[in-house]
């Protein structure tokens, strides 16, 4: 990505995530089964191949499986242990080959009668190399699916088998040989038996109560392939059940490379699985952030900021309804609520709780879902928005059960903000770190003359946002620096971040039954041109003790956007907004005396708004005629509030004139003059109330065409708010929610309907066209 042409919307996202620290999300604490004889986990892995600068993805899959031990003890020799598929998804372009477990028809139909049967896993636990065994239950039938379909079978679908292969139970002499230590080295054999290379051993990196972390990395070339290892692991040391691993093994020679990926984590675990089934193998040097270079530093936009909202107060649970549609990839179920709109930035947690899938007898439908992923609310471009993501489980007969789905309900848990701004002495900021709770702003004076670091950490309930409105200088982000080596894509890299230094926050911060994700950290580069005397600083705290419940109802897209009082799904733009637009939008507050303009000396034209050209009206005394016909006034609307009256032959082929005359008067029906309406409602600013301007007209004969001429409608920043209206609708009445709100595509911050005078005005005009050159 180019960042040169994303700038602005660059510095509003990262603005948007600095707002609040865990911005985003109450997650489930992490249970731990009360069964050691039983895990379920959930099993990502994707295949990467690159050659030069392109690279695609090749397969991928991902599932959720049962692992049950089949003796009550895991102290006898050998351990047993079956492994069932509740839910997986298989692609794998290449081969043609795609299996879901919830549409387990077509080409992978005869495959997904195999793998839904489940695996077993056997090996010695009192050898600390031992390898695990594994052999499907329908062992015959993959032998026999392999030989029907050839010797290349083997080979393309070892990454489905390697799903099934991992042992997430640490052989108990790797456990007992001694007391583990910092330093310490296990030796755990091919995890996903799919390399060919020896096993290396995995180093002790830290220990934590019951947690013990591991890591491996290794490195070698062979017959000018270079061959790279690397992992991190985690698991119990009193039962021996891994808690996550992450596996990343890549072979590289010369400008051709493949790189494959596996995870292991908790079924509870969010984000992780959606990460590296979505990832397409980006790294942070072409991920767009600025350096340090001055080149990559830009001109400090002017964004709008969130207003103060001491009282946390700010509407967020207004609409009843939400948004249910397919996921990335159509995979999954997507849930979105649109909890409102803001003129700045936004963030808080949000749960959803007690979903329920409804057909069309308002009947429950029985089928598990498995929540892998939730997004806070956060505003994105004035938009307010959380949602949840959703896999069904079980085989096969989910899919007659989803074609039923008519909606979707759930309870919305939104948790209030607080918000104020102080303003915050420059030197004070220098001399020390700003804290406000478990926020931290630091900032930081660098060598070059007027240039400094800023550093904001948001963590738990309480964040910090910098306002750099007003400063004179130029902006950058420094590049985050990326956990493992640095062969890793950006993607592995945040994988890392999130399974084992995020968890472990999160873990320490459980309280009752929910947890806040760690601390995020944002840094930027300023190079000011004049030191400031103090900086602007948003202050946020979740108040946690004043959650809001509302059940909602989640429909499809377009019976969402059918229901006007609905907030707009994308408002409009503030960064593809042009900025001549709102001085054009101020300019029609004022109806200047219309008059004749001309460009080129030979074409005559009376612009004017298009509210003011339906009450205004050129007439001709004195004229010409052009192929024998007199010349004519033609009325053009641009459909974006202006329109102008053109001289024109009666067939409007001819609009440059010579050596004429004209002259004549523009006359008014009355003086126009805007009448203010307020603004949008307080609750729903997307809603205008139009009592006023109905007042004065039957709304049962009124089209709706008369919304675009005679109302003028913005937001706090001056840019024009257009109508939502239904779809085939002339009727103005039919338009109109609740019989008097129009809905707009933003926040309305002021409207007015145009008001016509008693009294006729005239203005003259006269012109002399000029000659043929």
């Not at 090996?123 to 993959?142: C, I, L, N, P």
């Not at 292991?264 to 942070?284: E, I, N």
């Not at 029906?669 to 603004?679: A, E, T, V, Y």
């Amino acid at each position: 990505m180019a960042f040169s042409q994303n700038r602005i919307v660059c510095t509003a996202l990262t603005l948007c995530l600095s707002l609040f620290a865990s911005q985003s999300h109450y997650c489930k604490a992490h249970s731990r089964e009360t069964d050691a004889r039983a895990h379920e986990y959930q099993v990502t892995m994707s295949t990467l191949y690159a050659h030069g600068d392109s690279q695609q993805v090749g397969v991928r899959a991902r599932a959720l499986l049962k692992y049950q031990t089949d003796s009550a003890s895991s102290n006898t020799e050998s351990v047993s242990l079956s492994v069932i598929p509740t839910m997986l998804q298989y692609q794998d372009p290449a081969y043609r080959l795609n299996i879901n477990s919830f549409d387990d028809a077509g080409r992978g139909a005869a495959l997904a009668k195999i793998v839904r049967q489940g695996a077993q896993l056997s090996g010695d636990d009192k050898v600390a190399t031992s390898q695990s065994q594994a052999r499907f239950k329908a062992q015959d039938e993959w032998d026999a699916y392999l030989a029907k379909q050839g010797k290349e079978a083997t080979r393309a679908l070892a990454p489905l088998k390697s799903l099934f292969t991992l042992n997430p139970l640490i052989p108990l002499a790797q456990r007992e040989a001694k007391a583990a230590s910092v330093g310490d080295t296990l030796v755990l054999g091919d995890l996903f038996q799919i390399a060919a290379s020896e096993s290396a051993p995995w180093q002790i990196t830290a220990i934590e109560g019951q947690w013990v972390t591991a890591t491996l990395e290794q490195s070698s070339v062979q017959q000018g392939i270079e061959n790279r290892r690397y992992g991190q692991l985690r698991f119990d040391r009193h039962t021996g059940w891994l808690d996550r691993l992450l596996w990343v093994e890549q072979q590289e020679k010369g400008d051709r490379r493949q790189t494959r990926r596996w995870l292991l984590a908790p079924k509870s675990t969010l984000y992780v699985s959606d990460m590296l089934w979505q990832d397409d193998g980006s790294t942070f040097d072409d991920s767009g952030f600025p350096l340090e270079p001055d080149d990559d530093l830009f001109e400090i936009p002017t964004l709008p900021m969130t207003p103060d909202d001491p009282d946390a107060s700010l509407p967020m649970m207004e609409p009843d309804q939400g948004i249910m549609s397919a996921g990335w990839g159509g995979d999954d179920i997507e849930l979105r609520y649109i909890h409102g709109l803001v003129a700045g930035d936004f963030a808080t947690s949000v749960e959803y709780q007690n979903i329920q899938l409804i057909d069309w007898r308002d009947r429950e439908i029985d089928l598990p879902l498995w929540r892998h992923s939730v997004r806070g609310a956060s505003a994105l471009e004035g938009v307010v928005s959380s949602g949840v993501n959703l896999l069904p489980l079980g085989w096969g007969e989910s899919r007659a059960k989803l074609e039923e789905l008519y909606q979707i309900r759930a309870e919305v848990n939104f948790t209030p903000v607080r918000t104020y701004t102080e303003q915050v002495s420059w030197q004070a900021l220098l001399k020390q770190s700003y804290r406000f709770g478990e926020a931290t702003l630091t900032l930081s004076a660098l060598n070059k003359s007027g240039r400094y670091r800023l550093v904001v950490t948001n963590r738990g309930v309480n964040s910090l946002s910098p306002d750099f409105n007003g400063l004179n200088g130029k902006l950058g982000f420094e590049a985050p620096v990326g956990q493992g080596p640095k062969w890793l894509t950006s993607t592995e890299q945040l994988l890392l971040e999130e399974l084992f230094f995020r968890e472990q926050a999160s873990r320490e911060q459980v309280s009752g039954e929910q947890a806040s994700r760690e601390q995020t950290s944002h840094v930027y580069i300023l190079q000011l041109a004049e030191v400031p005397t103090s900086l602007s600083i948003l202050h946020g705290e979740q108040l946690r003790d004043r959650v809001r419940t509302k059940a909602i109802t989640f429909v499809t897209q377009s019976d969402y956007e059918a229901n006007l009082a609905n907030p707009p799904l994308t408002p409009v733009s503030r960064y593809s907004f042009d900025g001549d637009a709102s001085a054009k939008s101020r300019d029609r507050w004022q109806f200047a005396e219309p008059s004749v303009v001309s460009r080129t000396g030979n074409d005559l034209y009376i612009p004017m708004p298009t509210a003011l050209a339906e009450v205004c009206r050129p007439q001709i005394d004195t004229g010409f005629s052009e192929a024998g016909k007199p010349v004519q006034w033609r009325l053009i609307d641009n459909g974006q509030g202006q329109s102008a009256y053109v001289l024109a032959s009666q067939d409007g082929s001819r609009r440059y004139f010579y050596d004429k005359s004209i002259q004549g008067s523009i006359v008014c029906q009355g003086r126009p003059q805007w009448q203010s309406i307020g603004q949008g409602d307080k609750r729903r600013p997307w809603l205008v109330d139009l009592t006023p301007w109905l007042s004065n007209l039957d709304k049962r004969k009124a089209k709706v065409s008369r919304l675009y001429r005679s109302l003028l409608i913005t937001d706090a920043e001056g840019r024009p708010l257009s109508p939502r209206l239904p779809k085939n609708v002339e009727g103005l009445e039919k338009a109109l929610v609740e019989g008097r709100f129009l809905s707009v595509d933003g926040a309305a911050s002021s409207a007015a309907y145009l008001a016509i005078g008693d009294e006729p005005m005239s203005f003259p005009y006269q012109f002399k066209l000029k000659p043929l050159p």
